[in-house]
């Protein structure tokens, strides 16, 4: 149970403690055993990373993006804390990815995607609540295509998403506004 509330600090979201109850029930885990999520997060980081550059340019922008991603010095030094910042990135790479699937199906063919997209996003709001800001940028997107495209030719599985992804969301929105109103006194 102590596992779903969140953090003293907000931005200690559940979604890590989650992840490392699902390695162990220990109260009292070693130390690799508390690092270990986040390093997996920061490896599927790396795979996460070739997906997006391969789907939005080419295999070897993917390859070109995941070599980096995996030398950046940030990346590795949230890979090896027992913090959920990698999970965050994540969910937000492959949140991204299916975004990009779900805002050019045209023709609206991509139920399980926005159901996807939906999962992912709220798993990365609940590893931090910056995944709002991520979400806040595909809103922007679809926003910017709307006015490329006609908007009749437009799928409803981005905005359906989007209203999935918030229903997943509004306990955790909840449970921040709630403990920002403890924090300040009101």
């Not at 209203?163 to 921040?176: D, E, H, I, K």
């Amino acid at each position: 149970g102590e596992s779903l509330r969140w953090g003293p600090e907000i931005t200690v979201g559940p979604a890590y403690q989650m992840n490392l109850r699902a390695f162990t029930s220990d109260p009292h885990p070693p130390e690799w055993l508390l690092r270990l999520p986040a390093l997996l997060a920061g490896v599927g980081c790396i795979i996460a990373a070739y997906a997006l550059g391969a789907l939005l340019r080419s295999r070897r922008v993917g390859l070109a993006l995941s070599v980096l991603l995996a030398l950046h010095s940030v990346l590795i030094a949230y890979s090896q804390e027992a913090r959920g910042y990698t999970l965050l990135v994540l969910a937000s790479m492959v949140a991204t990815t299916l975004w990009f699937r779900l805002a050019n199906d045209a023709l609206g063919r991509a139920p399980l995607v926005a159901v996807a997209y939906a999962a992912t996003g709220a798993i990365g709001f609940y590893a931090h609540y910056f995944m709002i800001l991520v979400v806040a940028a595909h809103v922007a997107w679809l926003t910017g295509l709307a006015f490329l495209v006609k908007p009749r030719r437009l799928s409803w599985s981005p905005v359906a998403a989007l209203g999935l992804w918030a229903g997943l969301c509004t306990p955790g929105v909840a449970r921040v506004l709630q403990h920002r109103d403890v924090a300040s006194g009101a």
